[in-house]
Every structure is written in C-alpha cells, then in structure tokens.
Antibody
C-alpha cells in the first residue's frame, strides 16, 4: 500500500524558517517525481513545488520562488520542503504528493497524497 | 500561466440525482486533466485522469469527458458518500487547480 507521511508542521513567526519532511513507503520512491501542494484554511488547492526523481530538476510556484527549497533523499525515501522568510499567507496544510507518469508531453499527475501537515505563520 | 475555472461553485442535489460539474482551461491542455474529490479534513482523492480515465477502485457512476479547454465531471446517480468538494486540475504545464465545486445536500 502506497503511503506518504508528512511531518514538521507547526506554529512559526513571520520571517521564520521551518522544514517539512515526507516519508514514502509501499512504492519505489526513487523512481517517482514528487510535489508539494498546499491548502490555506477554507480555501482551494495550490501547487507549490516539483522535484524530479533524481532531484536534479526543481520547479516552484511564483508565490514561493526564492523562499522555499524542495529536496529529496532517495536513500531515506524522503522528500523535504525548507521554508524561509515565512509570511502569514503561507499558512496552510501542506501535502506531499506523488506524481504518476502521464504517458505523453505533460507533467506527471497527482495520484497519491499524504494526510497533510499544518503550518501556521503568526506572531 | 494556465487558469482553471470551475462551475458552479456550489451545487445542491439529492441522492439519485445526475450531477455535472464543468471545468474550463484558459488555453488548450489537450486531455491532461484530472478530477479529485475532497472531504473535510482529508486529502484529495483522485477520481479521473487524462480527462476520462477512471482511477482504479473509483465507482463507475463517476465519469469524465472533454478535451482542449472544456471538461465535465458527471456523477450518474449521486450517493450519500458523494457529498464533498470536487476539484479539476490541469497537468499540461505544471499544476493548476480549479477553485472547487461543493456538492451539498438539497
């Protein structure tokens, strides 16, 4: 059974830093592209960042570019998201999401999601 | 950036009703579209990918159609477990989600 388990969320002050982790199991983690998606309280879904299976290619949403860093450690089946310069508008549940190969000229599509971890940015 | 627009934002329906949700892309995304169901406090669940392919384990009352810029999700006979929020998502270029459609009890 595919499982993605996030951790590391919590309360942080504006301008602060935090790192989220996600551990994958039940599949060959090193062969999958991975993403982070967030959802502000009562709001919709927003893609945050992508990382290729090898970790060499990374993409970010404009709203987080320069402040967030995605990384992975395939030996530990782990995905990370490092936050810097956090803002109140970064408050959200952050989901670790596996990308399934789409079979064409497209981005991988999300097939499995973690349960999410809440990040609250407030003084 | 590709924008995704869903309609309606809220839909009131009864058990047994046929329900249709529409999703429009700001530019052509071929058939690179997925649909998700989300219940309060839970992660989204994949229902449909590549516009019309049913994810394994998803009931056959769910179906998707469309290509280019216009897509629909249809629930042929609404069941009590289907009251939830539904999102469309394009994966032609990065990921963009629609704003969601809440299906509530009439």
């Amino acid at each position: 059974e595919v499982q993605l388990v996030e951790s590391g969320g919590g309360l942080v002050q504006p301008g602060g830093s935090l790192r989220l982790s996600c551990v994958g199991s039940g599949f060959t983690f090193s062969t999958y592209e991975m993403n982070w998606v967030r959802q502000a309280p009562g709001k919709g879904l927003e893609w945050v960042s992508y990382i290729s299976s090898s970790g060499e290619t990374k993409y970010y949403a404009d709203s987080v570019k320069g402040r967030f860093t995605i990384s992975r450690d395939n030996a530990k089946n782990s995905l990370y998201l490092q936050f810097n310069s956090l803002r109140a508008e970064d408050t959200a549940v952050y989901y670790c999401v596996r990308g399934e190969y789409c079979g064409g000229n497209c981005f991988p599509y999300p097939d499995y999601w973690g349960q999410g971890t809440l990040v609250t940015v407030s003084s | 950036d590709i924008q995704m627009t869903q309609s309606p934002s809220t839909l009131s329906a009864s058990v047994g009703d046929r329900v249709t949700i529409t999703c429009r892309a700001s530019q052509s995304i071929s058939r690179w579209l997925a649909w998700y169901q989300q219940k309060p406090g839970k992660a989204p669940k994949l229902l449909i990918y590549k516009a019309s392919s049913l994810e394994s384990g998803v009931p056959s009352r769910f179906s998707g159609s469309g290509s280019g810029t216009e897509f629909t999700l249809t629930i042929s006979s609404l069941q009590p477990d289907d009251f939830a929020t539904y999102y469309c998502q394009q994966y032609n270029n990065y990921w963009t989600f629609g704003q969601g459609t809440k299906v509530e009890i009439k």
